[in-house]
Each structure stands twice: as structure tokens, then as C-alpha cells.
């Protein structure tokens, strides 16, 4: 029996099947995320870089989510605040300061595109594209592609609230439902469009939506990594065995402005935000792995320490790397033009 079942009795993770080890695992990526978030905060505020989305207040949704996939044959098509979920499939620290820097080396768009458009063929993340939920409709075009094929991959794709009101989640929703494709669709409600409440532009459930495409939806909270594992765990179970997509809505708050252009006080109170502080995933989730006698305060400052040396690292490789040379635009245009420096 180990330390955490004889403290507690079966813990929850336990009976997910998972171990210590990779409820630890999780919990690092979850602290790696968020001080990946804070230093791309800092960067933009110091004028080393240009923009940047943040995440806060998602990663345990994002990490809950890739645990339960199958990490080496499923397909992803995330949305811009996903750096949680990219990191917990196998994105570095490296290649995300190389993207935040807009580097030619950087592996998803070569310097080219803004930050959180993520693309990775090693990765089988799928590249996304500024408009949003435009990922949609493609990742139940990959689905198809594995019913047709009769490959046992699932796609999966997530989105904000505000995505949901958008024609490309409805159409990808319908034919998934009609074909029975094997993707689920996860909907990062964070509470806000921008600017605009949820209470503003959804009168009902978001997960309610599923069932007029004929499928599953299901709301999770999204602050508790191991719920949204086990939702997750079973959404793709039904997937593999022909039975369809699912809708999962991770309900959570975005606890960081939309994006470093953003004034968020200009539309909610920083009372409304310091409230939904106490429900943070990282800080209820470390108290979970205390209580179950498998951390303490000194391992938390080890890997604190830890992570701030692999940020160290990554920012100064980002910020020295080469940028892309004028010339470089003429690549990646038509099939075959990735010789020379653009086809590094």
C-alpha cells in the first residue's frame, strides 16, 4: 500500500487509475503553465515581446484533458490559451519562448504567426488560425478522416464560451453528431467573450447544446483536474467504440485579462476576480496531494526552483534565437519551397 492510500484510503486518483507519479506530473505541468503565463506578462510589460493571451485560471482543465487522451496517436486542435494542454502532449518550454519571440526556429509558424496559434506535426497538434472556433469543423474533418480510415485516433478540440455562439461550432457539431465522429469538443467556459459575461450571451447550459446534434454533453468543473480526467477519460472511451462525440463544458474563470491589450476592469470589479481566486485549480490541487501525504513544502520549493531554471533557460534561447529574414516570407507558400533556411 503506499503513503497516500494508507493516509487516506483509496484516493480519488487511485480509482481513476492514476498514480502519484502522474497526479505529480500533472501538478508540475499546471505550476510550469502558470509561470510560463506570469513571465509572458512580464515579457510583454517589459517590452521584450509583443502580445500575448493568457491562460491563467485554465490549466487544470487543459492538463485534466490530456491525461485522459492517448498521447501517442490522438489529434489536437486547441485554441490560443491552451499552453497547459501543449506542454502536457510534449511542447517545450523552449518552443514556446521561440513562438512567443517570433523566432525563425519557432515550430509552429516560423516566426509568422502571434503567439498561442499552436501547430506541431511531431505533436499531431493541428495548426490553428486567428478566427476563432475555425478549428472546429476541422477536427471533425480529422474525425471523419479516422472513421473512414478505421483508425482508433480521436480528435479533440477546444474553445471559449464565446466560440460556442459561433456557426463553425454548430456545423461541426451537427456533422459530427449525423456521422457519429470519433471527437470530443471541450468548451473552456471562463465566464467572458472578450469583454462580454456569459449571462450575456448564453441563456442556457452550453453543454445543454449536445443534445439537439444528438450526443452527449456534459458540464465539469474545471478547477478539479481529476473530474475533468475522469469526464474526459470516458468521452473518449465512448469515441473509440463507435458511439460519438461529446461535449465537455470545463467551467472555470479567466482570472487574467483577455490579452496584454486588454483593460479587464474596464468590464468586471476586481472584487468579482479576487472571489474566484478561491477557486483556483493549482492552489486546491496541491492541498489534494498534501492530504494524500504525497507532498510537502519542500518538494514544492524544489520544483519552484526547478521551473523557474527551465523558464531562465527557455527566455534566453527565445530571446537570442535568429529572426526570420525578409526573404524567409517566400517559403512555406507552395508544396515543396521548404529548402534552404526556411525549411529548418
Not at 453543454?207 to 477519460?233: C, I, Q, S, T, W
Request: negative net charge; charged residues 25%.
Amino acid at each position: 500500500m503506499s503513503q497516500s492510500e494508507s493516509a487516506v484510503g483509496q484516493t480519488k486518483h487511485a480509482s481513476l487509475g492514476l498514480t502519484d507519479e502522474q497526479v505529480l506530473e500533472m501538478y508540475k505541468l499546471m505550476v510550469t503553465a502558470r509561470r510560463y503565463d506570469e513571465r509572458c506578462l512580464l515579457l510583454q510589460r517589459a517590452g521584450k515581446i509583443k502580445f500575448h493571451v493568457s491562460g491563467i485560471g485554465q490549466e487544470a482543465a487543459q492538463v485534466g484533458a490530456a491525461f485522459a487522451l492517448d498521447r501517442n496517436q490522438d489529434y489536437y486542435l486547441p485554441y490560443y490559451r491552451d499552453y497547459a494542454f501543449v506542454l502536457s502532449v510534449g511542447m517545450t518550454l523552449r518552443e514556446l519562448m521561440l513562438c512567443l519571440f517570433s523566432k525563425i526556429d519557432d515550430p509552429n509558424s516560423g516566426g509568422r504567426q502571434m503567439p498561442g496559434h499552436f501547430g506541431s506535426k511531431r505533436l499531431r497538434i493541428v495548426t490553428g488560425s486567428s478566427p476563432v472556433t475555425t478549428q472546429v469543423p476541422h477536427a471533425v474533418g480529422f474525425a471523419l478522416a479516422a472513421k473512414m480510415k478505421r483508425k482508433e485516433f480521436v480528435t479533440f478540440v477546444t474553445f471559449g464560451d464565446g466560440s460556442s455562439n459561433q456557426g463553425d461550432f454548430h456545423e461541426g457539431a451537427n456533422m459530427a453528431g449525423v456521422h457519429k465522429l470519433p471527437v470530443i469538443f471541450m468548451c473552456e467556459n471562463n465566464q467572458y467573450a472578450i469583454s462580454v459575461p456569459l449571462h450575456k450571451q448564453v441563456a442556457g447550459r452550453i453543454a445543454d447544446r449536445a443534445l439537439g446534434y444528438g450526443f452527449p454533453g456534459v458540464a465539469v468543473d474545471g478547477n478539479d483536474p481529476l473530474e475533468v480526467y475522469r469526464v474526459m477519460k470516458e468521452a473518449r472511451e465512448r469515441a473509440v467504440r463507435g458511439e460519438g462525440p461529446t461535449l465537455v463544458e470545463a467551467v472555470m474563470y479567466r482570472l487574467s485579462p483577455h490579452s496584454t491589450s486588454d483593460e479587464d476592469l474596464a468590464y468586471r470589479t476586481k472584487e468579482e476576480v479576487d472571489a474566484n481566486r478561491d477557486k483556483d485549480g493549482i492552489p486546491k490541487f496541491k492541498a489534494y496531494l498534501v492530504e494524500c501525504g504525497i507532498w510537502n513544502e519542500e518538494l514544492e520549493a524544489s520544483m519552484l526552483q526547478e521551473i523557474k531554471a527551465a523558464l531562465d533557460d527557455a527566455t534566453s534561447f527565445g530571446d537570442k534565437a535568429p529572426f526570420p529574414e525578409p526573404e524567409d516570407i517566400l517559403y512555406h507558400v507552395y508544396d515543396g519551397d521548404d529548402a534552404g533556411r526556411g525549411g529548418r
